[in-house]
């Protein structure tokens, strides 16, 4: 029999290799997460299972054996969480710090995992790892049983509607492979599954460490009559997952190579499409059809779920990036206020009233917490009252936004419902949330047109209205400057009124107190106040600490150009303690008033005030005079 030549040989290898590709192309993708608590042994678990799947390569095995050996936390064995843990710092301290990501697949399934930290205060990458998982594998160590990362980690997996969950009972070896342990242990889990939503859960009994029912089936565990965790990952049914949805496509960029082409591109979110479906973009509403949906230099007659395109449209209309194209007869809400579920992820707390950058997607727009319904006992899933979020609460909220802007519930499509919170001078991300739904009232509530308008009143006025913003420490003169100002203004025919910080404090205010939650609140109700009062046409004068530059930030933004002005009042700490008119300084330094500014709690110079007063060297004439002269030059018509 003839040989196969060297081109044969090659072309068979070579259409083998592509059988395997088309092969592995088709395999249904699952992506999966572990989390739990520290040292429940995740890292191990993940290291074990592509150890023994045959599915690392054996110059990793050997670098493995060698790593293992210069740590020594298994004494001569191997150390299957150095697989995962790559960071030095990791490996240091023998916990995982980050995020660890690991591709690999059977002739069953393709799958990502996300290993995530165990530590509370990395909460925020467990919620990074959990938001694309369709399975989360909640570890709990045998021998400690349920704890409070379980919880937490537990209900963060149901708010980011993760529907199946395998409870995997690890190092079963230290407590003897105990039948009556295990059922406890889910027993115990039972009890904390009331409180949350998930579809399914399936205990299995495990040791990482020695390999029990992770691939093979524990002879020490033949009670166990369930399936193995890889056994389970590659059966679970995630296609009611995965459904059909109306089309949902997020505007990337306008694309636009020259004068004759004006297409839209972005990944299809959701749903399918194809050219001549009519489609609606939001949140404008405008309606067209798919002309072409491009893919390179290819036209393609579908568009699916994933897949970056191209697309045109069969008319112009107004498209830019963070506008969402959907099915004209299916559109999603669009509104500016929604509820939601938030974890709040940075060390700095979060305040009702604060204004951050929201990021759902494509979009960007600025937002601010308006409500902080409940937050969760993450012990006893109770709902507490709250004015403002610490690192790694777990609250009800409603926010506010500028804009309004297209999106779904979260359980609806985790694309659409899903956002980050953004500091807006640090670009630190402080939150992540889960919308649930829209505010009705976003819909029902309207501005009221009025006959009588704000030129009107400033026409009678004989001036136009502004605020100005007095601000610096207590004891700065602010009140005193301001009272002046105004008897002078008033003397001269302005109309003017004085917000000061005292007087608020006995009626609009009165129910607040000097805590950081407070004083934003406090900051939040006053600048509603003078812009009703500026439109009335009204020069307003406001004598209030405002320490805070985000709450100075938040007051202005509610104004348009050139009807906020800021008046930062200069005075050294030690003059102002020094002439302490009030006695608050000294109650201050005896701890009798906590939160006091420029003791214990900071005061935010402003970076770009309108007006700087120096009191250490100016009279309160002078002050004054330069506070007038900046007003009448502002509001002269």
Request: aromatic share 8%; charged share 25%; hydrophobic share 40%.
């Amino acid at each position: 029999m003839d040989q196969p030549t060297v081109k044969e040989h090659h072309k068979d290898i070579q259409a083998q290799v592509d059988a395997y590709i088309e092969t592995q192309s088709q395999l249904e993708l699952l992506r999966f997460i572990t989390c739990g608590s520290v040292d429940d042994g995740k890292s191990t678990l993940i290291g074990r299972m592509l150890y023994e799947a045959q599915l690392i390569f054996e110059d990793q095995v050997t670098s493995l054996q060698n790593d293992s050996k210069k740590v020594g936390t298994q004494g001569g064995d191997i150390d299957f969480a150095l697989l995962v843990d790559g960071l030095a710092a990791e490996r240091e301290q023998g916990i995982t710090i980050d995020v660890a990501y690991r591709f690999f697949n059977t002739d069953r399934r393709k799958f990502i995992v996300a290993d995530t930290p165990g530590h509370e205060q990395y909460t925020r990458n467990m919620v990074t790892g959990a938001s694309t998982a369709d399975v989360a594998i909640i570890l709990v160590d045998a021998s400690q049983g349920i704890l409070t990362q379980t919880r937490r980690h537990s209900f963060i997996a149901s708010l980011l509607g993760i529907e199946h969950v395998v409870l995997a009972v690890n190092k079963m070896d230290l407590v003897d492979y105990s039948e009556s342990r295990f059922n406890q242990i889910c027993e115990d889990y039972n009890t904390l599954r009331k409180h949350l939503a998930f579809k399914s859960v399936t205990p299995i009994p495990l040791s990482a460490l020695k390999g029990d029912n992770v691939i093979d089936r524990s002879k020490p565990m033949g009670w166990y009559q369930g399936p193995t965790l890889l056994g389970f990952l590659e059966t679970v049914d995630i296609r009611e997952r995965l459904n059909q949805h109306a089309f949902r496509f997020p505007v990337q960029w306008v694309n636009r190579p020259n004068a004759d082409f004006r297409g839209f591109s972005g990944t299809v979110l959701a749903g399918s499409v194809q050219p001549g479906d009519s489609i609606r973009a939001l949140p404008s509403g405008q309606l067209a059809k798919i002309d072409q949906i491009v893919l390179s230099t290819q036209e393609l007659d579908r568009a699916v779920t994933d897949q970056a395109v191209t697309l045109t449209l069969d008319r112009e209309i107004d498209l830019s990036r963070g506008d969402l194209i959907v099915s004209a007869d299916a559109p999603c809400e669009v509104s500016d206020q929604f509820e939601a579920e938030l974890v709040w992820m940075d060390n700095e707390p979060g305040y009702i009233g604060r204004r951050y950058a929201l990021q759902l997607g494509t979009t960007q727009v600025n937002a601010s917490l308006s409500d902080i319904r409940f937050k969760y006992d993450i012990n006893t899933f109770e709902q507490l009252p709250g004015r403002d979020l610490a690192l790694n609460e777990i609250a009800t909220v409603q926010i506010n936004l500028d804009a309004e802007i297209p999106f779904e519930a979260y359980t609806d499509c985790s694309g659409l419902g899903a956002f980050v919170l953004i500091d807006r001078y640090s670009n630190a991300t402080v939150a992540a949330g889960m919308i649930r739904f829209a505010l009705r009232r976003a819909s029902n509530v309207h501005r009221q047109a009025l006959s009588v308008d704000r030129p009107a009143r400033e026409k009678l006025a004989g001036h136009q209205g502004r605020v100005a913003w007095l601000t610096g420490l207590s004891g700065s003169g602010k009140s005193t400057i301001a009272s002046a100002a105004e008897k002078i203004l008033h003397e001269q025919g302005y109309r003017t009124y004085i917000l000061d910080g005292d007087n608020v404090r006995h009626g609009l205010s009165k129910d607040l107190g000097f805590t950081v939650a407070d004083r934003v609140e406090n900051i939040r109700r006053i600048a509603e106040v003078a812009k009703l009062m500026m439109d009335a046409g009204i020069i307003v004068l406001t004598a209030f600490i405002s320490p805070f530059r985000a709450e100075r930030d938040m007051a202005k933004s509610l104004f348009e150009e050139g009807d906020f002005l800021e008046i930062f009042v200069d005075t050294p700490l030690a003059v102002a303690e020094e002439r302490d008119p009030k006695g608050l300084y000294k109650k201050a330094r005896s701890g009798q008033l906590p939160n006091f500014t420029g003791i214990d709690s900071d005061y935010e110079v402003p970076v770009s005030a309108d007006l700087i007063i120096d009191t250490e060297d100016q009279t309160v004439d002078d002050s004054a005079k330069d506070l007038i002269e900046l007003i009448t030059r502002n509001v002269q018509e």
